[in-house]
């Protein structure tokens, strides 16, 4: 490339950026895809999900906070039909789902089903601000990416997992739903 | 990402260089101002270097989109997009530049998390 003298602009290609990697579409759950490494975690009570296998497997036990900073156990729904919504705020797909998470907690409640959230936002300050001006009237929790790697899931949301009153999962969503498919899972576990 | 080629520049000038973002098919990242303030927007950065300083970054026109998940449309960046950089040189040497691309990425059904892409700019101030 010749030197120019001038102090003109000059146009340059010098590199690309590549946001690679990126190989996940859209799977409905039937066709949902192996995830490529497998996971570990720090102190799980129970044996760990491996990377892509985990519809049958017990869900690994988990504390963490709400959005006041309390916390909170899956232990403490033992024996209840739980789904675990990992979602965030900046998450447009997820903004879908949580008004039908409120339909199907209010629907199911009676029932013991329990729906928690579980926020994968970086900061706790931008959960708080979502949930003051939308409220839910479900659990919310503030995981900051440390959980989602020990359910054995790729990192996409909104991810789903329904689990059973014997602690296992029996099923996982990857990527946005129909109301009608999430309402037959949570039947399922019931 | 590939490897920048070695850029000659003038002393004490105004350089402009364009970095491409390659996004690939079936995903989008927000645009540099998203219209949905909880949305992340994408941004470049350049680690200070002594003899050269970032001027400022354009971006180009986003485009707008209607996913199945907005009301809607976003400002969002699709395929690949050079995002130009003005860049002042101070006195002749060679710098090698740290920069990065803030972004969020998502098909019309899932979301990645936020994300940092780093590139390297080498520039020889003549």
């Known amino acids: ?190 | 990402m590939h490897a920048p080629a070695k850029i000659s520049a003038p002393a004490h000038a105004s350089v402009e260089a364009t970095v491409t973002v390659a996004i690939e098919a079936g995903y989008h990242i927000q645009s540099n101002h998203p219209k949905l303030d909880y949305l992340i927007p994408s941004q470049v950065s350049l680690t200070p270097a002594d003899g050269i300083e970032l001027k400022q970054t354009d971006w180009p026109k986003p485009e707008e989109h209607k996913f199945s998940f907005s009301a809607d449309p976003l400002t969002v960046f699709e395929g690949d997009v050079p995002v130009r950089l003005r860049l002042a040189t101070g006195a002749p040497g060679t710098h090698t530049i740290q920069g990065s691309l803030h972004y969020q990425a998502c098909t019309d059904q899932l979301c990645r998390p936020p994300a940092t892409a780093p590139f390297t700019l080498t520039i020889v101030v003549r």
């Open chain 1, 1 to 190: 490339m010749s030197e120019t003298k001038s102090k003109s602009a000059n146009w340059l290609i010098i590199g690309v950026v590549l946001i690679g990697g990126l190989i996940y579409l859209a799977y409905s759950r039937k066709n949902a895809p192996q995830p490529v490494a497998a996971v570990a975690a720090a102190g799980a009570e129970a044996p760990l999900l491996e990377a892509g296998n985990v519809t049958g497997r017990t869900a690994p036990m988990w504390t963490l906070p709400d959005a006041d900073g309390k916390p909170v156990s899956l232990a403490q729904f033992a024996g209840h039909p739980v789904v675990l919504d990992f979602w965030a705020t900046w998450c447009g797909p997820c903004a879908v789902e949580l008004p039908w998470w409120k339909e199907l907690q209010d629907k199911y409640r009676a029932q013991g089903l329990v729906v928690i959230g579980v926020s994968e936002d970086t900061s706790l300050a931008d959960v708080k601000k979502y949930l003051a001006t939308n409220a839910l009237n479900y659990q919310v929790v503030w995981d900051n990416s440390k959980l989602m790697p020990t359910y054995g899931t790729p990192f996409g949301l909104p991810t789903t997992l329904f689990i059973n009153r014997q602690g296992k999962v029996t099923e996982r969503a990857l990527g946005l739903e129909g109301k009608p498919d999430l309402d037959k899972a949570i039947r399922a576990i019931l």
